[in-house]
């Protein structure tokens, strides 16, 4: 198998860690492996790719956000 045959895997430039307690909890964004922030909401996720020029059409589209120790309906400590 040529390496031009092989498939591509993208690492998507947004990615949303675990949540952490705090009142209220939060997720910690990062953007292109920086951390730009804390999100206590999808939204959050959002604005902050928005504000770096990344537009984000679906939340659940794995190569736009990876989401780390839950999805995007998790805002809360198990």
Known sequence: ??????PHIA????TVLAVQPGDP???I???DG???????AMT??????AALGITIHDLDDPDAVRW???????WHPH
């Open 1 to 6: 198998m040529t390496e031009s045959s092989s």
């Open 11 to 14: 690492s998507p430039r947004v």
């Open 25 to 27: 909890p939060f997720r």
């Open 29 to 31: 964004v990062e953007i």
């Open 34 to 40: 920086e951390v730009v922030g804390a999100a206590r």
């Open 44 to 49: 959050d996720v959002i604005l902050a790719a």
């Open 68 to 74: 780390v120790g839950g999805g995007k309906y998790t």
